[in-house]
């Protein structure tokens, strides 16, 4: 062997030996990223949306107590007869609120998912509605959580299912106007269908308000190459005018009469 | 690549997507507040575009025959929601004439649900309301304003 030639092939060494050991690296930091590749833990990092499918159960009513039905069922009428005569009520939306939980779950735009070390995050992107799922942690008493939009979330890998629980969702935060007390429990059970749609199983317990556990499920699809976008309330021009309807801030135009 | 030939572009599976998705959200604003059973088709001077959330709102200057100008507040939908069927908010700016057509807002208030735009570049384009279809549209030559 000349010793041009050794040269070559030493060189030739160090550049493959780099670029394996540069894969090494790569490979060796995408997994101190993504814990998810844990043995048995899908991976559910991305952008999703609502989906019907067979798989999923249709929408379930609350199964309140009488008192709660009632004043449920008030609500959800008189909001029904004030749309029907075109003078809508204004409701939290109206004034620009995020949802909270469980209604953000519900995905009217999309969902991003992130998994991290020790955390799960969701991002809806009505409102830029954000909570967190801490994992393998001791849930906390109600007492010791400040209510919230979304509450206090804990959350624990069961298999391939995310099993979380929630507490300390402020009693003005409500879904489909069903009331609930301060002691709420929100349970979810997340998992990843062989059909690609992520499902929500989520169970609402209150025995303060409800005869029995309330269970509901929401259904998701993967949406590729979707980042999603900022949403900010501005100049909102809705607000709640007499009587609690809906109106519209008329602005003076600009050049009147032009 | 034959495949390439028959598959769909990425823009139209996302854009088939969310229609998809569309079908299945529901909305987080009421837009009860317009009448259903009519449209009104507004040609006007464009004096406000307002890029915002909750909601986008176009405000236009219209001459009738007379040359008297009524000013109407055009309520749109989310620009998310825009941006996702391919609005930006330079496609309309002050000045420019636009067609609109609208439903009217049962207050008799010179507001109006946008339904669709016709740009000045002569492109129309739809706003993405939830259940627009529930909006029945009035030929041009029967509307009364």
């Known amino acids: ?258 | 690549m034959i495949l390439e030939k028959f598959a769909m572009p990425r823009s139209l599976c996302l854009a088939v997507i969310l229609l998809m998705a569309a079908s299945v959200a529901e909305a987080h604003h009421s837009f009860a507040m317009y009448d259903h059973t009519r449209t009104l088709t507004l040609k006007g001077t464009v004096t406000k575009f307002q890029w915002t959330n909750p909601h986008a709102y176009l405000e236009l200057d219209v001459r009738d025959a007379k040359g008297v100008v009524k000013h109407y507040t055009l309520e749109g939908t989310s620009i998310n929601m825009m941006q996702r069927i391919g609005w930006r908010s330079n496609m309309i700016k002050f000045g420019d004439s636009v067609k609109a057509v609208m439903a009217p807002a049962t207050s008799g208030e010179p507001v109006g649900l946008l339904l669709e735009v016709t740009l000045p570049n002569g492109e129309t384009k739809q706003l993405g309301v939830p259940a627009g279809d529930s909006f029945k549209r009035t030929p041009e030559q029967e509307q009364k304003p």
Request: glycine letters at 8%.
């Open chain 1, 1 to 258: 062997m000349t010793s041009a030639r050794a040269i070559r092939n030493a060189a030739g060494i160090f550049v493959v030996t780099t670029f394996l050991l540069g894969l090494q690296g790569l490979q060796g930091s995408a997994s101190a990223q993504a814990p998810q590749s844990v043995a048995g833990i899908p991976d559910i990092t991305g952008s999703w949306e609502r989906a019907r499918d067979p798989s999923i159960p249709a929408a379930s009513q609350p199964p309140l107590k009488p008192q709660y039905l009632k004043e449920q069922q008030a609500k959800n009428q008189a909001a029904r007869e004030a749309s029907a005569k075109g003078t809508p009520l204004a409701d939290r939306a109206t004034m620009c609120l995020p949802e909270g939980m469980p209604a953000m779950m519900g995905a009217t735009f999309p969902i991003e998912i992130l998994q991290s070390k020790g955390q799960i995050t969701i991002i809806e992107e009505a409102f830029t509605q954000v909570r967190r799922i801490l994992l393998d942690q001791p849930q906390k008493a109600v007492a010791d959580v400040e209510p919230g939009f979304y509450g206090h979330s804990v959350g624990h890998w069961e298999g391939s299912t995310l099993v979380a629980e929630t507490v300390g969702v402020r009693e003005n935060v409500v879904y489909q106007n069903a009331p609930h007390s301060a002691d709420m429990r929100i349970k979810e059970r997340i998992s990843l269908g062989a059909n690609g749609i992520l499902r929500d199983e989520i169970t609402i317990e209150d025995p303060a308000t409800l005869e029995k556990p309330w269970t509901f499920t929401f259904g998701y699809r993967r949406i590729p190459n979707y980042s999603l976008l900022e949403y900010i309330c501005e100049d909102n021009r809705e607000y709640a005018g007499e009587n609690g309807q809906q109106k519209i801030r008329i602005d003076a135009p600009p050049n009147p009469g032009k």
